[in-house]
Structure formats: C-alpha cells, structure tokens
C-alpha cells in the first residue's frame, strides 16, 4: 500500500446556531472528531444516515469549508485556513462531483465550456487550443461522444450527466476524488455504467477516493475501507472486509441489518430500532447511540466511548462479537 | 371476483410534442388481501398506472382501458363524483415525499379528521376518537398531544406514520404505497416497511407497493410485477422472480444490483430506457437486450404463458436461457 495523500486528524466542524430571539445559541457539532487516511488507489467509503456529518466531512475536504479543530495535510504539507485561496495547485488536487447531476451542471453551458471552464480558472498558462484539445479528449475518456461536446446539459440523461460531471473534475488532473452520493439519484441500470466508470479511472489515474454514500450495497461493492458515522461521530471505521463480516458497533450492526438485501429466500428478523434520529442540537450524552441501543448500560449514558481497537476501530463500551 | 381488475390499460399524455405514451396495456388483478409489489425505474408508468385508476391524472392525461373494475364496481364508467365515494375510503395512496404530501397550514389531526369527516357519519367526538386510535396503531407516541402538531414539527419518519394513519381512516380495501420509503433513512425504512406489513395483515387489506428498491421489493411482498418503459414485462411470485427471472430485462436488472456482483465489475444495460421519440418498432427492450434477433427489433412481442410469468418477450428466459415459445 502506497503512501497517504490526505491524511486527517481529529477533524471538527462545529456550528453556531441561534435559537430564538431570546434563545441565546447552541452549538451544533456536525462533525466530531474524524481521523482517517486516503490512499492513492483506494476508496474510502462513509456510510451513515441523515445529520451524521457525511457531507459535512466532504465539505471540508474540498475545501469548501474550514474546520473548527483538528487538522489534515495533503501530500504531507499541512493546511491552514485560507491556503486553498493563497495556493490554487491545492485546490486542484481535490476534485468533487456532487449527487444531482440535474443542479450541478450550468444549464446555458455547452459541455466543452462546462470541462475547459477549470483550466480557464486554474491553468491560464494553457494555451486556448490544449484547452480544447484536452477537454475533447476527457469527453471521450468519460464515455461519451465527441459529437456531445457542443450539446447541453438539458439534452442528457442522468447518467450521462453524471458522467460529465465526473469528467468536469477531473479536468485538473485531481489525486482525491470527492463523491458525494454520485450514483443515489439514478437509476439502477445506469447506476452500474457510473460505478465501472468510476472504477476504471481510478486504476488509470490512481485515484484517491472519498465515497459518501448511505447505501450500504453499493459501498459493499465499490469501497476499500469504510467509516460508519452516527451524529457527527464515527462509530466504527476498518476495511470493507473488517465493517461488513465483523461489525463491532451495535449501529453498524442495525444499520445493515435494516438495508434490505434483493434476496427474498433469505429474509432475515431485522434488528428494529426504536426512536428516531435525535435532533443534532440536543445529542444525548454519553454515547449517541444510547436512547435507541439494545446494549446501552448506565455507562454508556454518562461517558461518550473513545474510538478503540486499533486498525478495525469502534467507539462502544459493549462491541458486538469476540469480547477482548 | 377480484377486488382489483384492469385489463390492458393504457395512459397517453396530451404534450405539445404529440402523444406520449406513459402506460401501454397493463393488465392486473389484485385479490383482496394481496401483498404485491410494481417494480420498475423512473419513468417505467408504475406510479401512472395507479393515478390512472384513482382518478388522480390531469387533463390532459387520455385513459383507455378494456375493464377496470375495482369491487365489483366499473370505474371507466362511473362519474367522477360517485368515484370520490370510492377514492380515500375503499382505495387509498400514500405518496413518496410525506412532508410535502402534508398541509403545512393544519394540524395533522385536522387533516386525519377531514377524511372522516368526508366519508363516514361520526360524529365530531367520535372522530376525535378514532383519530387518537389511529395515530395510536400506526406507533406514534403521545397520539392525543400529537394531533395538534403541525406538519414540520414532525420528522420525515413521523409525518410518514401520519400519511399512514390518514390512508388508514376508512379501513380501506385496497392500499397504494407510492414509493412510501425513498425519503427516508434505512432504519426508518425498516421500521415503516414493517408497520405497513404489520397493518396490512391484522386489517386483511390488499397492498399494493410502487417501488425501484429490489432489496424493499425482496424483503417484503409476495408477488412482484415488472414495469418497462410503460409496459409489464413480467410478473411473478418473488421467490421465483429472484431466482429464475423469465424477462431478459428483469435478469439485467438483477444481475446489475452491487450486491449480486462477483468481479470489480459491475454486469450493466447498455444504452438507456426509450423516450417519447426514439420507440423502437418491435419489442421496446430490443435495442438494450443480449438476446435480441431480427424478431424482436421488428414485431412486438405477446405475452408468454403464465408459467413463464407472462412475459412480454419473444424469447423468455428459463434458468437464463431463451427458450422458444409461440406468444400465446
């Protein structure tokens, strides 16, 4: 295994939020706390429900957004607020493609604009022809065809879409891929052309992905390594093999047992979580997880479980499976 | 007599483009008491089909059916004030979105109450009643208090629960589930999908559950139709669906679920669903299916025999094979 491109530490994003008039302000934390590694080559898969800090995470891996607390570095160089907007060659190096192909394409844009506009940003040392010359061949690269370069976003599928957009970002020759839900808002069928597409330019490009998805099958399929999140906090984070045939988290272990498997000779007795999400305002204490886990003891209410166990980490007092 | 019939119906939208054809000769037969499913992906006329016979289309929506006979009753030629006697008490929908299905201007104890109100003679305390028993069955807490909330005080989860109790009012027959857990996350899923199963067997009512989720579509019903491009290519009981799929484009459509998959590839559908202007003249899969001949691209296909689950296909699949059968 290479060496990491982005490694992060203890990652924090926390928010401010006014409540009311007189309700003076809370502090919403939507991401608590995440440390992980991406890997040239290699997929790293988040996995949770709505609130639990998912798109939060992709937000300021981008960039987009800037931590509260902790830290992460890419390529081994440290990354302070506002580098992004001193040092444009950072930004290139994360890439993003968002869920809705429908919203995240300029509909008054043709293709080529859409894949040169980048290089227009980033790169104005390219002459107007390699421009031209590199966005025509990305076209091709991404599967489509090199008539659809003068068309517009409107006359193509979601699919194709998605294909655009992938091809959008990686224009700057990227090392991270970003994929917020790329393929939640597609159909089936197509779904499985984006994900070999996506598979196929990571082995030619070496590619690092982050992959935010709340589907459990498709993470299953497409991921190396995975991190549950519940609440802004990851419950359980090891590789694809480690999470799915040993969970040790009793969310982890709810959450896959409640995505259904297209398999009806098997159906098995969900595990069945009362309650809801609680509102990211108002985390229980001690473990987030307590008010709807089977297993939550006194302990669990009063003290928040540190991630423990080493390369197959969990933060639970009681782990399922083998007792240590 | 079953409690649901129709017979090769067919829904045309009137667009500025010329016809277009959302539903093409669906048939179906639902008995009461039935646990189904219509599955398909966007824009295959599974939610159409429905709004065809609940009345619910626009104008400029152009429904033709041989029969469409809910309870004995002919819905094509009754008016559609006798069919709002039907709609909301015997058959009832839930829809995908609950948050935007709500009133946002009531409380959700007035809007369960005005489907009383419609349909029975309670009277203003026993509709109170009954209101309180519903929010009560369908697992909300605190029924009396909640009643007096209003739409966004509720979580996508509960205002689902109270869509669910609202389609629940009259005891109906016939219940429609539109896509009722897409919005919403897996352990929510699970937790409505169960309370759906749950109601449909203690009130013995026929559910019928529109969806593109394989994994929902397994885990839950007995009998599952398939929808194409406006047309059911096949229908089956779900096991046998799962294990032995006699449409061509079932088999693709199973083979390309993740978790089925065996290399780092995923197996796909070449191309994509046919739109209003690129139909093609034969079998309407033709242009996307491993198994097509000149047949297929030029002559459409009849429906198989029913131990080939009445597939739309010249050359239905048995145990992945084609096996060559005259349409019956």
Aim: with cysteine; aromatic share 6%.
């Amino acid at each position: 295994m290479s060496a990491p491109i982005l490694t992060a530490q203890n990652l924090c994003r926390h928010f401010e939020v006014k409540t009311g008039l007189f309700g003076g302000s809370h502090t919403v934390r939507a991401l608590d706390g995440a440390s992980f590694d991406l890997v040239p080559g290699r997929t790293l898969a988040v996995v949770g429900e709505s609130g639990c800090g998912k798109s939060t995470l992709a937000n300021l891996v981008t960039m987009i957004d800037t931590p509260t607390s902790g830290s992460f570095a890419i390529d081994g160089k440290d990354i302070q607020p506002g580098d992004e907007l001193r040092d444009k060659k950072l930004r290139a190096k994360v890439q993003i493609v968002f869920q809705n192909p429908y919203g995240s394409l300029n509909p008054r844009q043709t293709i080529g604009k859409i894949l040169m506009e980048p290089l227009l940003l980033n790169r104005p040392d390219i002459p107007a022809d390699e421009r031209e010359k590199r966005a025509r061949e990305m076209v091709e690269l991404v599967g489509l065809r090199p008539e659809h370069f003068n068309r517009y976003p409107h006359m193509f599928s979601g699919g194709q879409r998605q294909r655009i957009a992938v091809a959008r970002a990686l224009m700057l020759e990227p090392e991270i891929l970003v994929l917020d839900e790329p393929v939640s808002a597609l159909d089936l069928s197509i779904q499985s052309q984006v994900l070999n597409l996506l598979t196929d330019l990571q082995d030619k490009f070496n590619l690092a992905y982050l992959f935010i998805s709340h589907d459990l099958s498709v993470v299953r399929h497409f991921a190396d390594d995975v991190i549950v999140m519940y609440l802004g906090k990851p419950v359980e984070q090891g590789s694809k093999e480690q999470v799915f045939n040993a969970p040790r988290h009793p969310y982890t272990k709810a959450l896959m047992s409640a995505t259904p498997m297209a398999d009806p000779a098997n159906r098995v007795e969900r595990i069945k979580l009362e309650g809801e999400l609680p509102s990211p305002l108002n985390v229980p204490v001690g473990c987030a997880f307590n008010p709807r886990c089977w297993k939550a003891t006194d302990q669990c209410r009063a003290e928040r479980p540190p991630m423990s166990g080493g390369d197959h980490g969990f933060a639970c007092f009681h782990p399922e499976g083998p007792e240590q | 007599m079953s409690l649901l019939e129709i017979k090769n119906l067919t829904v045309e939208f009137r667009t500025a483009n010329g016809p277009f054809r959302a539903v093409d000769s669906v048939d179906m037969t639902v008995e009461a008491g039935d646990l189904r499913a219509i599955v398909g992906e966007s824009g295959s006329g599974k939610s159409v089909s429905m709004l065809a016979m609940m009345g619910l289309l626009p104008w400029t929506a152009n429904i033709t059916a041989d029969k469409m006979e809910f309870d004995g009753q002919d819905l094509l030629k009754m008016s559609a004030r006798d069919r709002r006697k039907i709609i909301g008490k015997d058959v009832s929908m839930i829809f995908q979105e609950p948050m935007s299905s709500l009133n946002p201007c009531y409380t959700v104890g007035r809007q369960i109450k005005e489907v009383l109100r419609q349909h029975t003679p309670l009277t203003r305390s026993e509709r109170q009643a009954r209101a309180v028993e519903l929010m009560d069955q369908v697992g909300i807490p605190d029924p009396a208090k909640r009643l007096s909330a209003f739409p966004h005080q509720l979580s996508g989860g509960m205002s689902q629960r109270v869509m669910i109790a609202m389609a629940l009012a009259c005891k109906p027959k016939l219940l429609i589930a539109d896509e009722p857990t897409t919005a919403l996350d897996v352990t929510i899923q699970a937790q409505i999908l169960d309370l759906l199963i749950d109601l449909q067997k203690t009130e013995g009512m026929a559910l019928i559950l529109i969806t593109h989720d394989m994994g929902v579509v397994a885990e839950t019903v007995d009998r599952v139709s398939v929808q194409y491009a406006g047309q059911r290519v096949e229908e089956q009981e779900v096991n046998a669906l799962f294990t032995d799929p006699h449409h061509p484009y079932t088999a693709a459509l199973l083979a390309a679920l993740p978790e089925r998959a065996t290399g780092k590839h995923l197996p796909t559908i070449a191309g994509v669903v046919p739109g209003q202007f690129d139909r093609p003249k034969g079998c309407l899969f033709s242009p996307r299916c491993a198994f097509a001949d000149d047949l297929c691209h030029s002559t459409q296909p009849g429906k198989a025999s029913a131990d080939l689950g009445e597939a739309l296909c010249h050359h239905p699949l048995k145990n992945g094979q084609p096996v060559s059968e005259e349409p019956a």
